[in-house]
């Protein structure tokens, strides 16, 4: 009788996202996932299986740290967008267009040291813009 291996545990942040959905179906064969995102569900309203919802851009990591406790990895796909932002206006250097990159950095910056803080031994941060040279929306 074969051995039964316990899947690695992967956390992914950005769950109910564009980037994270395309991958799920062969993340999920193969890894114990632990989904997070501010939304409970995509935006066509499709729920992910076992999603918590939480907001990583909060300084206080100790309101999310549980959920990379004993994690083999992050796979970062979490994005904050700014309000009011199509296809239009996508390249708009405004103030809401600053404060959401902003919020992004910060972002990155929790998920990055709660992640060390807890020992995860890898981090990949995925974002479509730079697969796309920024010119995601022209694509």
Same mark, same amino acid.
């Given at each position: 009788?074969?051995?039964?291996?316990?899947?690695?545990?992967?956390?992914?942040?950005?769950?109910?996202?564009?980037?994270?959905?395309?991958?799920?179906?062969? #993340?999920?064969?193969?890894?114990? #996932?632990?989904?997070?995102?501010?939304?409970?569900?995509?935006?066509?309203?499709?729920? @992910?299986?076992?999603?918590?919802?939480?907001?990583?851009?909060?300084?206080?990591?100790?309101?999310?740290?549980?959920?990379?406790?004993?994690?083999?990895? @992050?796979?970062?796909?979490?994005?904050?967008?700014?309000?009011? #932002?199509?296809?239009?206006?996508?390249?708009?250097?405004?103030?809401?267009?600053?404060?959401?990159?902003?919020?992004?950095?910060?972002?990155?910056?929790?998920?990055?040291?709660?992640? #060390?803080?807890?020992?995860?031994?890898?981090?990949? @941060?995925?974002?479509?813009?730079?697969?796309?040279?920024?010119?995601?929306?022209?694509?």
């Amino acid at each position: 009788m074969a051995e039964s291996v316990a899947k690695r545990r992967v956390v992914v942040t950005g769950a109910a996202g564009y980037v994270a959905q395309r991958m799920w179906p062969e #993340l999920e064969k193969r890894w114990d #996932l632990v989904p997070i995102d501010v939304r409970p569900a995509t935006r066509a309203g499709k729920p @992910v299986p076992g999603l918590i919802v939480a907001d990583l851009t909060k300084p206080d990591r100790n309101e999310y740290r549980r959920h990379f406790q004993g994690a083999d990895a @992050v796979i970062h796909c979490g994005f904050v967008s700014a309000p009011n #932002l199509d296809a239009t206006t996508w390249q708009d250097n405004s103030d809401a267009k600053f404060w959401a990159e902003h919020t992004n950095v910060a972002l990155a910056y929790n998920v990055c040291r709660v992640a #060390l803080e807890e020992g995860v031994r890898r981090v990949v @941060v995925c974002s479509s813009n730079h697969a796309a040279d920024y010119y995601e929306r022209l694509v």
